[in-house]
């Protein structure tokens, strides 16, 4: 007896030990990264993290209102894919004009345009119609909630592309992001039949899931050409240049766009659709106008956080705006 008491005291400062030591490990890992994320701070000046807070947030917001319209746009009688794809890029005037006076006010001079940088130009633009054409279609046969959620799979090409053409890093947060994202698409490519429209066929849902894949997949390789752009030919030099690329990508989206129109005869057809549009041709007239400034502002805020970031950070974001694209469209649309 007294040699059991003896050995008592002796295993109670091991059992000690072991419980503190992950806490200790814990503790010093959360210090690492509150150390990391201040010195990340510090390296930038404040209007660098003022303009990156405001360009996610067109992305939050904008990207999301965007959606919501191409749904309102075919709940209401459009029909034509040409025409809400068209009203995607019209909207690049606006971009034109904000960099008029940013010449001004930055005293610089545009970017000359070398034969190499404009065929860069039209390769993202003929991309960025594709891309605009893809998701015109998915909306079409799919709710929006549903649509955003596929939608977020753009994270995983962001990441695969960034990391094949820009050499950008996959910490284990994007790998993490990357499992939960492909395993909710499977889910919902299991659960079809809970969350389609009355009227749709399951080749029209099929379809549809598959342009959304499609358009996320070359939504991905857009961002991660993009900012090859920037750092190839235009470099970081400031945030005209951000304002050039997405005012001449979105010229090239638009001319594109417009010949499809043409040929599909569609530009007659938005003065049929107006005219048998649920709320009237004013109704009409306002889903397509805001859906150009609701799309460029969430590009611009795109192309704007691939300037000052990454194209992971561009691609979570846009992995973020699910949620609040698919609770808006429960709430006005009822999706099912």
């Known amino acids: 007896m007294e040699r059991e008491s003896e050995q008592l005291p002796q295993t109670q400062p091991t059992d000690t030990f072991e419980v503190k030591e992950p806490r200790n490990h814990v503790f010093s890992k959360v210090s690492g990264i509150a150390r990391s994320t201040v010195e990340t ?3 930038k000046p ?18 999301p209102a965007s959606s919501l319209l191409s749904r309102l746009y075919y709940n209401n009688g459009g029909q034509s894919k040409w025409i809400l794809s068209w009203a ?8 034109a004009i904000l960099l008029i006076p940013t010449y001004i006010f930055t005293k610089s001079r545009p970017t000359p345009l070398s034969l190499k940088l404009a065929a860069w130009y039209i390769l993202l633009g003929f991309l960025s119609a594709v891309d605009n054409l893809m998701y015109a279609w998915a909306y079409a046969y799919l709710p929006a909630s549903t649509a955003s959620l596929l939608a977020a799979s753009s994270l995983i ?29 499977v889910i919902i490519a299991l659960d079809s039949k809970s969350d389609r429209y009355p009227g749709i066929t399951n080749k029209q849902y099929i379809l549809g899931f598959v342009w959304d894949i499609l358009g ?43 010949i ?12 049929v659709e107006a005219r048998s549009f649920k709320h009237g041709e004013v109704a009409y007239a306002l889903v ?49």
């Open 41 to 43: 701070y510090r390296s």
């Open 46 to 63: 404040a209007s660098h993290w003022l303009l990156l807070a405001l360009f996610g947030g067109f992305m939050l917001t904008a990207f």
């Open 88 to 95: 995607a890029v019209a909207g690049w005037p606006l971009t």
């Open 157 to 185: 090409f962001s990441a695969l592309f960034g990391y094949l053409l820009v050499k950008n890093k996959i910490n284990l947060s994007s790998v993490n992001a990357i499992v939960i994202i492909t395993t909710g698409v």
């Open 216 to 258: 996320s997949s070359l939504h991905g390789l857009i961002f991660a050409l993009s900012e090859l752009v920037f750092i190839k030919i235009l470099g970081r030099r400031s945030f005209y240049v951000v304002l050039e690329q997405q005012v001449m990508v979105s010229f090239a989206a638009f001319i594109f766009t417009s």
């Open 260 to 271: 499809g129109m043409l040929i599909n005869d569609d530009f007659t057809g938005m003065k």
């Open 288 to 336: 397509i106008a805001w859906s150009a400034v609701t799309f460029q502002l969430g590009v611009l805020g795109g192309t704007g956080v691939l300037f000052l970031a990454s194209t992971v950070l561009a691609g979570v974001l846009n992995a973020v705006r699910v949620p609040i694209t698919a609770i808006a469209a429960v709430i006005w649309f009822h999706d099912p």
